[in-house]
T-cell receptor
Framework: DAKTTQPNSMESNEEEPVHLPCNHS???????IHWYRQLPSQGPEYVIH???SNVNNRMASLAIAEDRKSSTLILHRATLRDAAVYYCILMRGGSNYKLTFGKGTLLTVNP | GAVVSQHPSWVICKSGTSVKIECRSLDFQATTMFWYRQFPKQSLMLMATSNEGSKATYEQGVEKDKFLINHASLTLSTLTVTSAHPEDSSFYICSATTSGLFTGELFFGEGSRLTVL
């Protein structure tokens, strides 16, 4: 499975935008880029996913590099409730939907 | 959105006993369910994949006789930790999806925290 690389931790201030990077240089053409987040003592929560084009939803935006070797999760206005571990995961299209979690990025949001 | 529920949320048991954790999809039929384990300050580790009506597929290094998984219906999968020991203490999380309406989103339960004394 193609791997992803994320910073161990990031810090932001409340109500400011946050850009969470992810490198996936060995991504294949059929790999979807998924983002999940996990709040303390809870199961992961879906954030967003994409294949080639940038994506927007009510939670976040996903910016995908043209060569698809990296992507950035954008939280437009961070809130204290966004403090979590964010996981960038590749899922192969047509697979059995198995997610392999890396270490993720621990996002701290300062009031 | 779709909801996956786990029960119990937390359980404490004595060493040597067996513990069953349930994972239910509340408003959709889960053709595939996944079981993960997470130790403190670590990431989720996939233990097994279960498809309704068939035997679970275990990841390398996971003992199938110790972690019994049953997916007898489209809305329920169970994980039984047999003869639990303190090293089995962990946060167990299930996720579920349905092949018919996959939208790219997997749904996770709230997790079950097991403490073995």
């Amino acid at each position: 499975d193609a791997k992803t690389t994320q910073p161990n931790s990031m810090e932001s201030n409340e109500e400011e935008p946050v850009h969470l990077p992810c490198n996936h240089s060995t991504i294949s053409g059929t790999d979807y880029i998924h983002w999940y987040r996990q709040l303390p003592s809870q199961g992961p929560e879906y954030v967003i996913h994409g294949l080639t084009s940038n994506v927007n939803n009510r939670m976040a935006s996903l910016a995908i590099a043209e060569d698809r070797k990296s992507s950035t999760l954008i939280l437009h206005r961070a809130t204290l409730r966004d403090a979590a571990v964010y996981y960038c995961i590749l899922m192969r299209g047509g697979s059995n939907y198995k997610l392999t979690f890396g270490k993720g990025t621990l996002l701290t949001v300062n009031p | 959105g779709a909801v996956v529920s786990q029960h119990p949320s937390w359980v404490i048991c004595k060493s040597g006993t067996s513990v069953k954790i349930e994972c239910r999809s509340l408003d959709f039929q889960a053709t595939t369910m996944f079981w993960y384990r997470q130790f403190p300050k670590q990431s989720l580790m996939l233990m097994a994949t279960s498809n309704e009506g068939s035997k679970a597929t275990y990841e390398q290094g996971v003992e199938k006789d110790k972690f019994l998984i049953n997916h007898a219906s489209l809305t329920l999968s169970t994980l039984t930790v047999t003869s639990a020991h303190p090293e089995d203490s962990s946060f167990y999380i299930c996720s579920a999806t349905t092949s018919g309406l996959f939208t790219g989103e997997l749904f996770f339960g709230e997790g079950s925290r097991l403490t073995v004394l």
